[in-house]
């Protein structure tokens, strides 16, 4: 084709080499649907995107791919002149005009084959359909520095040798791959590559990168930067985060300048994301998809063959309907006649109380921190991750930042540094708030966002932080403006960004919006009968946010939220004499200390507890026998175990009466489809429950919910506090919402014939036996009314479909060393597994089962399945 660029002299002709499987659609009679125009990065080459080319070869949805080797790149021209940005942008251009390219144009661009790709869009409206970037940047923030690697590779000293005389430049990125690329495969990237003289491309390419303004190719990056802001073309974003080069900030950037675009982050992977991942599943689906609403409002009613079981009529209104803000209730307070109570509290080690507020108190701090921050840049939309314990400190800026429209995000310290520092960085916020130790946890592992402390830090310790300013003395100054209320944040605009517990794999953050927190505020108020003025020892972190809202005043015992089994019943004790509780909310890990430790209370401590009316305790399944122990020690608290998760809480309610009727039905056989599980009971007011039937290999492929008693299947929720998606986890959003209207929760159970849930599990979780599929929570609560048994874990090991049933207990007294278990126990468990209907093949013993780390409660099956594979498989027992 001949050459347009700057590069080169005018009618010059360059010779271009490309992978282009449009002859053999031709050949096969088969219209493609458009065309994917694909562009390399550097150091690779159009073998990048083969797995595209033959994705779109497939009968079923054929496109034209167009993979192309840029000019000194792969195996097209060496032209012996350094080829600036816009040069390789007109290069692109000039090529599909010899091509005779024609729309519908979608451009899939990596690396700064993104830019590029992106520059060929702009300047061509007509033909372009869609644009599709894996890792890349148009913008550098200025007076940030580029990534590490990029400024060695930029360094004097370092570059021509790295990039030309060397190959170093291109082991160096292919040694990026997660997992390592197969030898074949490392060879052909390195194919076009062999020799100094075919690496001249390699150099130029990082020596164009505009490091700052003075660069010769900044404008031409600027333009394409600004330029995507009137891009409005459907757009996917496929990305991995474990890429030193690349990193998610540069995501957050080309998010905010195409803001409809579809994200998927690919957890654990990296630069050269196209070959950690199958990329080309999701293109495909997606542009099947472009143009339509992939999560329609329109949801089919559960199909039911069998008369459906009455739903509990709601005594109030559905959640959601009245969008009052999820803060109405604390504002009113603080107006009314109870403005001098107190609202929150916080309880110290020494059981007295560390710091309370009172509603009118709560109501001015709030607002004047809202204050505060909004002069100190925070805004609608802006997001403030808090690493604050719960307390009177969260219940401020939370309250604060969401009346300014900024979008919360909680991921706490029970997710461990790793999961911790994936869920920050993930979330790039714009702003991070928190204690000492989260700040420097925050200096240390690079998280993202404008540092702000809870209290006032000496001055050394605010440059070694790099803490700009504090909560306190935002809220000092905050006090001394004029209140600037703005435009109140729209119902459904985003307002929080919880994360997942990471029970099972990467904690995820999920999106709410505030029209669906408010629902959320609605439905515990509706489902629990927690009305203003009630009183609530909050133990677990949710309800210590939720507290406010519902009117409640709140209190914080002594205790580590995100380690559960912190709390004793002293501290417990402590909390609800401090504000004569009415309510107590504390997860099963922290129910079972508190029973540990009750020979600490004293007769006060008895008697306040005593007068406690309602107990909630939820994050994981609560035996019925830890019930009814709690019940000894709060005689006249009503007990419930609201089932839900982090996408949808509550999703139903049960209480300790019910759970002992339904496990009666199971025994005595007068209900359908009662037993194998725990019976959670009832939807909750505004929510509708339903089931997909498990298929043959353990999943749940069919998208037709029912509701028939004693049919297992993947749970579905549909109700007004549902999350809003994924964040940045298109792929993951997807899967969730494939059944219209409903929520897939992951978990898989059962109705009774009275329209009770029973849950069997997780659905990662089903052992594929041969000729069964065994879901194992029913199993395992089987085994662990054994005498000798603490907990107990069901796993598979083998191949699915023919999985062995393991059995993996931790036993009372525990065993000093995992292993196989003595024939005695073993014999014991088999019989009591046989009970359940389930037939266990092997025995493991364990000192202690493995948990995860927010909850402590929830059993990492995962992981257990593993170590009973390489122990049965002759390894070393080992710790799981």
Avoid at 736 to 747: F, L, M
Wanted: charged content about 20%; overall charge neutral.
């Amino acid at each position: 084709m001949a050459s347009t660029s700057a590069a080169d002299e005018p009618g010059t002709l360059r010779r271009w080499h490309l992978l282009d499987n449009g002859a053999q659609l031709a050949r096969r009679g088969l219209t493609p649907a458009g065309t994917l125009l694909c562009v390399h990065g550097n150091p690779t080459w159009s073998y990048l995107w083969r797995t595209l080319l033959a994705a779109g070869s497939d009968p079923a949805h054929p496109w034209r791919v167009v993979a192309v080797d840029q000019l000194d790149m792969g195996f097209s021209e060496r032209t012996g002149t350094f080829r600036r940005l816009a040069d390789r942008i007109n290069d692109l251009g000039d090529l599909t005009a010899a091509l005779g390219l024609d729309g519908p144009v979608v451009t899939v661009g990596h690396d700064w084959g993104g830019v590029i790709s992106l520059g060929w869009a702009l300047a061509h409206p007509q033909q372009l359909a869609g644009v599709v970037l894996t890792n890349t940047a148009v913008h550098q923030p200025p007076g940030s520095p580029i990534p590490p690697a990029l400024r060695l590779a930029l360094h004097p000293a370092v570059h021509r040798w790295g990039t030309t005389t060397s190959d170093t430049f291109l082991r160096v990125t292919h040694s990026l791959a997660r997992p390592p690329l197969a030898e074949d495969v490392r060879s052909a990237f390195m194919a076009p590559y062999r020799g100094a003289g075919r690496r001249a491309g390699v150099g130029n390419f990082v020596a164009d990168i505009p490091a700052d303004a003075s660069h010769p190719s900044f404008p031409a990056l600027t333009r394409v930067a600004e330029g995507l802001r009137r891009l409005s073309v459907p757009a996917l974003m496929l990305w991995g985060p474990r890429d030193p080069i690349f990193s998610d900030r540069y995501l957050k950037d080309l998010i905010s300048r195409l803001p409809h675009a579809k994200v998927h982050r690919f957890e654990g992977a990296g630069h050269l994301v196209a070959e950690d991942r199958d990329i080309a599943a999701p293109v495909f689906d997606w542009l099947a998809e472009r143009g339509r609403d992939s999560n329609p409002a329109d949801a089919p009613a559960p199909v039911n063959p069998a008369p459906e079981p009455p739903m509990p009529e709601p005594s109030t209104p559905a959640p959601g309907t009245g969008l009052a803000p999820l803060w109405a209730p604390l504002t009113g307070l603080a107006a009314g006649p109870h403005a001098g109570d107190t609202a929150v509290a916080e309880m110290a080690a020494d059981g007295s109380v560390a710091r309370s507020l009172s509603w009118q108190e709560l109501e001015r701090n709030i607002t004047a921190l809202a204050a505060g921050l909004q002069e100190s840049g925070v805004r609608q939309g802006s997001r403030v991750s808090l690493m604050v314990p719960p307390g009177v400190d969260l219940t401020v800026v939370l309250y604060a930042c969401l009346r300014l429209g900024a979008v919360v995000v909680v991921a706490d310290a029970g997710l461990g540094t790793r999961g911790l520092n994936r869920a920050v960085k993930g979330a790039t916020p714009d702003y991070l708030i928190g204690i000492d130790k989260a700040l420097a946890a925050a200096s240390v592992l690079g998280w993202p966002g404008r540092r702000i402390s809870v209290q006032d830090l000496p001055a050394a310790r605010r440059r070694v932080l790099a803490v700009e300013t504090s909560l306190a003395a935002l809220a000092r100054r905050g006090a001394t403006l004029s209140p600037d209320p703005g435009e109140a944040p729209a119902p459904d605009s985003p307002a929080a960004v919880l994360f997942t517990s990471g029970s099972t794999g990467p904690a995820k953050g999920v999106v709410y919006t505030h029209r669906q927190l408010a629902a959320m505020r609605d439905t515990v108020a509706a489902t629990l009968a927690i009305r203003p003025g009630a009183r609530l020892v909050a133990g677990f972190a949710p309800f210590a946010l939720l507290g406010p809202a519902l009117g409640a005043v709140s209190v914080t015992p002594a205790m580590d939220v995100t380690a559960p089994r912190t709390l004793t019943a002293r501290a417990l004790a402590d909390a609800a004499a401090a504000i004569d509780a009415t309510v107590v909310f504390a997860s099963p890990a922290a129910l079972r200390n508190v029973l540990a430790t009750q020979g600490r209370l004293d007769g006060a401590g008895h008697e306040v507890l005593g007068r406690v009316e309602l107990l909630l305790s939820a994050g994981a399944p609560v035996p019925a026998s830890l019930l009814a122990e709690v019940q000894r020690l709060l005689p006249r608290a009503s007990l419930h175990t609201p089932y839900g998760m982090t996408e949808a809480l509550p999703v139903t309610d049960i209480s300790l009466e019910q759970i002992c009727a339904a496990e009666a039905d199971a025994a005595a056989g007068t209900v359908a489809g009662a037993g194998n599980g725990v019976c959670v009971g009832r939807p909750v007011h505004g929510a509708r429950v339903a089931v997909i039937p498990l298929d043959a290999d353990g999943s749940a492929p069919g998208n037709r919910p029912v509701t028939e008693a004693g049919l297992t299947g993947e749970i579905l929720v549909s109700a007004p506090h549902v999350k809003e998606s994924y964040d940045r986890l298109w792929l993951t959003q997807r899967e969730s919402v494939r059944t219209a209207g409903w929520h897939r929760t992951g978990d898989v159970g059962h109705f009774d014939a009275a329209g009770r849930l029973w849950v069997e599990g997780r659905l990662a979780h089903v052992v594929t036996a041969p000729g069964a599929v065994v879901t194992p929570v029913g199993a395992e609560q089987a085994i662990e009314r054994l005498d000798a048994v603490g907990l107990a874990a069901v796993v598979g090991v083998g191949p699915a479909g023919t999985q062995a049933v393991v059995a993996v207990v931790e036993t009372v007294p525990p065993v000093r060393r995992a292993g196989p278990a003595a024939p005695y126990l073993a014999g014991r468990v088999r019989d009591a597994a046989r009970q359940a209907g389930v037939s266990v093949s092997a025995v493991l013993t364990v000192p202690s089962q493995p948990t995860d780390i927010r909850h402590n409660a929830k059993i990492d099956r995962v992981r257990l399945s593993r170590w009973a594979s390489a122990v049965l498989a002759g390894g070393r027992p080992g710790t799981p």
